[in-house]
């Protein structure tokens, strides 16, 4: 059977090609450079976001290279109405959903002394409760459409601590237990459906702003921000990219419950 698969995968076009990927998070930074490598390798995508405008502009930018590639959806990943509704609009759209990547969330920043419990229950609706809400909604439609794969976006604040950001290293820690859980469940359920986290350490989009400005701002910012990555650079999105691309892809039709860390050394240390 899977020989047959890899057979047809190796003559289509794009490494997604006929794919259909629902990406949260995807009016700019990350879930905006996914849509385009995604589109670029023969997907067809719903992209959502809070922020419809970015939604809207994402998905033109990517219609105007692949013609009616690209959904915009207004979605709040917290609320429950709204992604049954954003996922029955996506598989109207595309013919089905067999790529998932929980991508929203939001940074924040805190310790526990100073660290307010509306902060708190914020980061972990926004990071954590929308990928159970979203995937327990999904998973309809995955099942409807193997092979299929769920990405989640964590971060090596998942991985690795920080005095000051108790509410972001618990959120998303979180994420990548849930995705070893989803993915074990789905393994043993029988499904042909992976679920991998992602690990980013930190990458050149808006989100870091805050953090760039905190270090002294400008070059210098990134400077202190970047001095304990081996590497010694920020992550570009594409450079995350490139692994989501691979797990969207039947090029990981073996790989789930895995963590994929981009983050140029940091966590090796």
Known sequence: MWQGSFQRRKTAIGRVAGKKAFITGGAQGLGACF????????????????????????????????????????????????????????????GGIDILINNAGIGTFGNIEAASYENWRRTQEVNVDSIFIGTQLAMPYLKDNQPASIINISSVAGLIADGMMLSY???????????????????????????????????????????????????????????????GRLAEPEDVGYCVLYLASDESRFVTASEFKIDGGITAQ
């Not at 290279?65 to 207004?74: R, Y």
Request: aromatic share 4%.
């Open 169 to 231: 290293n618990a959120a998303k820690a979180a994420v990548w237990m849930m995705s070893k859980s989803i993915a074990l469940h789905c393994a043993k359920s029988g499904y042909d459906i992976r679920c991998n986290s992602v690990h980013p350490v930190f990458a050149r989009t808006s989100i870091i702003d805050p953090l760039i400005r905190f270090a002294g701002g400008g070059e210098e910012g990134e400077k202190k921000l970047t001095r304990h990555i081996p590497m």
């Open 35 to 94: 849509a385009r490598m995604l589109a670029d390798e023969g997907a067809r995508l719903a992209v959502t976001d809070i922020n419809v405008e970015g939604a809207e502009e994402t998905a033109a930018a990517v219609n105007e290279k692949h013609k009616n590639a690209a959904l915009a959806i207004k979605h709040d990943v917290t609320d429950k109405e709204q992604w049954k509704n954003a996922l029955g609009a996506a598989a109207d759209f595309m």
